[in-house]
């Protein structure tokens, strides 16, 4: 179903043009402006702190420390895991006031919050602030931090070490691998990565000291979650929360969590009685905005002697900085456990997991969650199995994928795949990448002296896991009679206007000038899920089908009545209810408007359903060209062939899979935080020392669709929001490893930073 009225994105010329309404836009009367002070050191004991002198600073009306914090008991941050550990405990989850009390555990820790009459004169008093710190070794990486003598950061995490969980049959595996004829061994990580969103965190609070409530205007992924999270943390009824999002530049997934930010202007604004806004700066936003990944994944495959999958166990080391997000550790256990198996039949499956607290920036869901980086580790470990068994890359995947009659195939540790075809992928990928001709572009390179290389990734992934058991959306007639749409996602670049809007038109069958979405309109009591975990088409895309069908049969006795017949005798389509006869008509928008005067409209709906993972999956094939005087690699050629599904506007999920892909060349070519190991600082603290990739880097890109219709919801459609990520890191990474095997270099991991190619081609000639 591809919509020819939705090629171009309604959403861009506001959002092109300057006219998008973004957070930091937004004035409030009487607003006051805050500002942080944030730790500077990883490790410390707060031995004192006296704001005396910032509080006589000019224009400073309040300055709020860790003990206000602790007084509200704003001390608790939600955290989404559901299930128990090896030893059936809860996962340790340390207290993590929104200001730090006693203790800082990572540099950009929120210590004190000035407000002030002006942004200039809240930053200006941040310098009065005094405070003393007694320092504490740092531990920055996950093994570090497991190190017995490391250092601790919370009390009550024995060891850093706050949960361990295990999937899967670990006597069958090792069964398995004892009658193997071929092991195949990879230790890989993903690293740490800044999400870096366009527009950075932002906040204003304004409290209600009648109703004694609030309203937080805050960039989000949808308000019933935020919402939910704002509940547990500040321990208020939701019904004193009203979350306001308009425009939102980019989340990633970095949006789905309330802050400790949040929670701090919520204390200032009731204190104050005025409004508090907050906007970050870049700087602030690498050292406080969640970070991404940072996941070390040691695998093992066991093979027979054809190259048939016989077992595969998993260590994962899950990083997760220094207090637990509330998406950080779910989305790295749940979605590598369920993704374990990759597309591969492996008869006994492994897994085992260690969460672990360091002193970095705690981790969150980031693009993928998870995803990528199960399939990093699983597509890597076959690539190094295909090579070491000498069997060709594509082949050795056709020989392992899930055939057909298997589906709906229940892996051995979580989850239920439905339908894919991830042959017909491979097949279609490898064709328009014109596989089987790479050797002579390989020796045409090598006579420019390049080292190019080509590799694959064949991926599936479980999107759309959600949080809330129903996704509801309204439709509502105004009136001229045109429709609106409500649901509780939130778009942040993902162009639901378009979309959605698409959906209920073309379901209702009615001009798509006539539809408009509403998203997050606080004053609707809607339930549902984020946008996150690539369900929103899925989830309320598909509720907006049912909503449009539910208007068509609860309009239909009204349109009856108007036209004096019966309603079995009314038919609809193209956007009218007619007679059987064709001699009366009339159109959808008419009947609206005839009964705009009725409050409320009486064609109005509110249609709901639980629509849970759906398993979108592709094959793609990257080629590399490195050159070997410089180390600096150009991305020769990329086919993204995915299956999300029932395509709902091809235009948008192409973007969907240039931004992903464009984003995990980011993780592969050189995004990645780098903490000193010593004092624990952060050392890329700006774009100057961290890398972002720019649109040049992806210049020749092919999208196609290879879509098995999903029964699991109404419209058919699988997600598409993170496969771009999830499958390009394997298939970039596998493509580097091909260009320099022949160079001598073995495993290389990401990031594949010109610095580090060149090196390790300096010493691979030196040998
Ligand atoms: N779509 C479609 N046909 C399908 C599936 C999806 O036309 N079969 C369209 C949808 O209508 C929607 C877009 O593709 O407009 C993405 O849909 P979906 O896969 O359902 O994902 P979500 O809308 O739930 O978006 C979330 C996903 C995630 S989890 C992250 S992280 C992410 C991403 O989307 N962050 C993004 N894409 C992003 N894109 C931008 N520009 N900015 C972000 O922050």
Not at 127 to 135: K, L, T
Not at 646 to 661: A, F, L, R, S
Request: aromatic share 6%.
């Amino acid at each position: 179903m591809t919509h020819d009225h939705a090629v171009n994105r309604r959403e861009d010329l506001r959002l092109i043009t300057g006219r998008g309404q973004y957070t930091a836009d937004r004035v409030l009367p009487r607003q006051l402006y805050a500002c942080f002070l944030r730790s500077d050191r990883a490790h410390a004991e707060i031995t004192s702190i006296d704001v005396t002198a910032a509080l006589g600073g000019p224009g400073v009306v309040a300055v709020l420390t860790g003990a206000d914090a602790v007084a509200a008991g704003y001390t608790q941050f939600p955290n989404l895991m559901s299930f128990t550990g090896r030893t059936g405990a809860s996962i340790l989850k340390p207290d993590r006031p929104v200001l730090a009390t006693d203790k800082v555990r990572y540099v950009g820790e929120a210590i004190a919050m000035v407000v002030a009459e002006s942004a200039q004169a809240a930053q200006d008093a941040l310098d009065a602030i005094v405070i003393e710190y007694r320092d504490l070794p740092a531990v920055v990486t996950a093994h570090d931090a497991l190190d017995a003598d490391a250092g601790q950061l919370h009390a009550n995490v024995p060891g850093n070490l706050c949960f361990e969980w295990e999937t899967g049959d670990s006597d069958a595996v090792h069964q398995a691998f004892a009658k193997a004829a071929h092991v195949t061994r990879l230790k890989v990580l993903t690293t740490r990565v800044a999400p870096s969103p366009m527009e950075p965190r932002a906040c204003i609070v304004s409290y209600d000291a009648a109703s004694d409530s609030y309203d937080i205007y805050t960039p989000s992924q949808g308000m019933v979650m935020l919402r939910r999270q704002f509940a547990t943390l500040t321990g208020l009824p939701e019904s004193k929360l009203r979350i306001h999002t308009y425009d939102v530049g980019g989340s990633f997934g970095q949006r789905s969590a309330v802050y400790p930010e949040h929670g701090t202007q919520m204390i200032a604004a009731k204190k104050l009685g005025r409004p508090v806004k907050w906007v970050s700066t870049r700087a602030e936003g690498f050292m406080s905005d969640a970070h991404g990944r940072g996941l070390e994944i040691a695998g093992e495959l066991a093979l027979d002697s054809n190259g048939k999958f016989l077992a595969a166990r998993y260590d994962f080391l899950c990083d997760m900085g220094a207090y637990l997000t509330p998406t950080g550790s779910v989305s790295h256990l749940r979605n590598p456990a369920t993704l374990m198996t990759g597309v591969y039949k492996i008869p006994a499956l492994y897994g085992s997991f260690k969460v672990v607290l360091t002193n970095t920036v705690p981790i969150a869901a980031y693009r993928g969650a998870g995803r990528p980086d199960i399939a990093y580790a699983v597509e890597r470990l076959v690539d190094r199995a295909a090579d070491e068994m000498k069997i060709d890359r594509s082949e050795i995947r056709r020989r392992n994928f899930i055939p057909p009659d298997a589906f709906p195939y229940k892996t051995p540790t979580v989850g239920v795949y439905e339908p894919s075809d991830f042959a017909g992928c491979l097949d279609e990928a490898l064709k328009v990448a014109n596989w089987t001709g790479f050797e002579p572009r390989r020796a045409e390179a090598a006579k420019r002296g390049k080292l190019r290389g080509v590799g694959l990734s064949t991926i599936i992934e479980a999107t759309g896991a959600g949080v809330f058991p129903k996704d509801q959306v309204a439709i509502e007639f105004d009136a001229d009679g045109k429709i609106g749409v409500y649901t509780v996602s939130m778009s942040s670049g993902q162009g639901h206007e378009t979309t959605f809007a698409s959906v209920v038109a073309d379901t209702l069958g009615v001009p798509f000038a006539s539809v408009t979405l509403h998203e997050c309109d606080p004053a609707k009591d809607l339930t549902g899920n984020h946008t996150g975990g690539s369900r929103s088409m899925a989830g309320a895309g598909s509720v907006c089908k049912l909503a449009a069908e539910k208007v068509i049969e609860h309009a239909r006795p009204i349109a009856a009545e108007a036209l004096e017949l019966e309603p079995s005798q009314v038919d609809y389509a193209e956007g009218a209810f007619r007679s059987r006869d064709g001699e009366k008509s009339i159109s959808l928008e008419e009947l609206a408007r005839r009964l705009a005067k009725r409050h409320p409209h009486p064609m109005n709906v509110v249609a709901e359903a639980t629509v849970g993972s759906t398993w979108p999956n592709g094959c793609h094939v990257a080629e590399v060209e490195i050159d070997p005087e410089t180390g600096v690699t150009r991305i020769a050629g990329y086919v993204a062939v995915d299956d999300c599904g029932v395509v709902i506007n091809h235009q948008i999920v192409e973007g969907q899979v240039h931004g992903g892909v464009t984003q995990g060349a980011g993780q592969i070519f050189g995004e990645q935080v780098v903490y000193d190991p010593a004092s624990g600082q952060l050392l890329t603290g700006s774009f100057s020392d961290y890398y972002m990739p720019r649109a040049g880097i992806l210049r020749d890109i092919h999208v196609g669709d290879h879509p098995l219709p999903s029964k699991l919801n109404a419209l058919g459609a699988k997600g598409v929001g993170e496969s771009g990520c999830t499958a390009s890191l394997p298939a970039l990474a596998n493509a580097m490893s091909d260009a320099l095997r022949p160079a001598g270099i073995g495993h290389m991991d990401m990031p594949f930073t010109p610095s580090k190619v060149w090196h390790a081609l300096q010493t691979a000639k030196s040998r």
